[in-house]
T-cell receptor, first 114, second 120 residues
Framework: DAGVIQSPRHEVTEMGQEVTLRCKPI?????LFWYRQTMMRGLELLIYFNNNVPIDDSGMPEDRFSAKMPNASFSTLKIQPSEPRDSAVYFC????????????FGAGTRLSVL | AQTVTQSQPEMSVQEAETVTLSCTYD???????LFWYKQPPSRQMILVIRQEAYKQQNATENRFSVNFQKAAKSFSLKISDSQLGDAAMYFC?????????????????FGKGTHLIIQP
């Protein structure tokens, strides 16, 4: 199994630009999560999907952030326009609806907004 | 809302010794999962150990074990025979057991982490 795949690994952009982060969950998993990690706030849940449907987006910081899951094998997190305070590591995780429900994380995308 | 607290920002231990990382949490739920994740410098989040709240027996995984005290809402991680490869950030996390909407899982609530240093 290839695990959760995120791209890009690193992203450097300028303030005001649009940023799109991508995630491919583990095949067969029906839950997908986006987290953000910063020094100040630690790891925070931004949004999660069950069966491609957004369930809870209360962690999305502002309207500049949006997430989609057009099919079971792909999700995007978009920031438009980006700001320096968005600089963080963004993780995607997936899990199945089985008994153990363990979340498996991707390697993360380190975003730097200059 | 659930909260997870890790009161030790940093811990240091001699190689081959035993170290215990602390975690407390607050919840009104009676059924839930608790986890310890490890994040080495590569930043990959790796599951170390998992505990179901309804199980009285403490979970163990090789050199890793937990001390789960449900009444005290405490969930500490013990690492025995510490190895250099154990050096990492360790995060305690909580998730309710009830299934989220749509039949899937809910998200994790994390503590702020403990930086574990292994002294050779």
């Amino acid at each position: 199994d290839a695990g959760v795949i995120q791209s890009p690994r690193h992203e450097v952009t300028e303030m005001g630009q649009e940023v799109t982060l991508r995630c491919k969950p583990i095949s067969g998993h029906n839950s997908l999560f986006w987290y953000r990690q910063t020094m100040m706030r630690g790891l925070e849940l931004l949004i999660y999907f069950n069966n491609n449907v957004p369930i809870d987006d209360s962690g999305m910081p502002e309207d500049r952030f949006s997430a989609k899951m057009p099919n079971a094998s792909f999700s995007t997190l978009k920031i438009q326009p980006s700001e320096p305070r968005d600089s963080a590591v963004y993780f995607c995780a997936s899990s199945s609806s089985g008994v153990k429900n363990i979340q498996y994380f991707g390697a993360g995308t380190r975003l730097s907004v200059l | 809302a659930q909260t997870v607290t890790q009161s030790q920002p940093e811990m240091s231990v001699q190689e081959a010794e035993t170290v215990t990382l602390s975690c407390t949490y607050d919840t009104s739920e009676s059924d839930y999962y608790l986890f310890w994740y490890k994040q080495p410098p590569s930043r990959q989040m790796i599951l170390v150990i998992r505990q179901e709240a309804y199980k009285q027996q403490n979970a163990t995984e090789n050199r890793f074990s937990v001390n789960f005290q449900k009444a005290a809402k405490s969930f500490s991680l013990k690492i025995s025979d510490s190895q250099l490869g154990d050096a990492a950030m360790y995060f305690c996390a909580y998730r309710p057991m009830t299934a989220g909407s749509g039949g899937g899982a809910d998200g994790l609530t994390f503590g702020k982490g403990t930086h574990l240093i292994i002294q050779p």
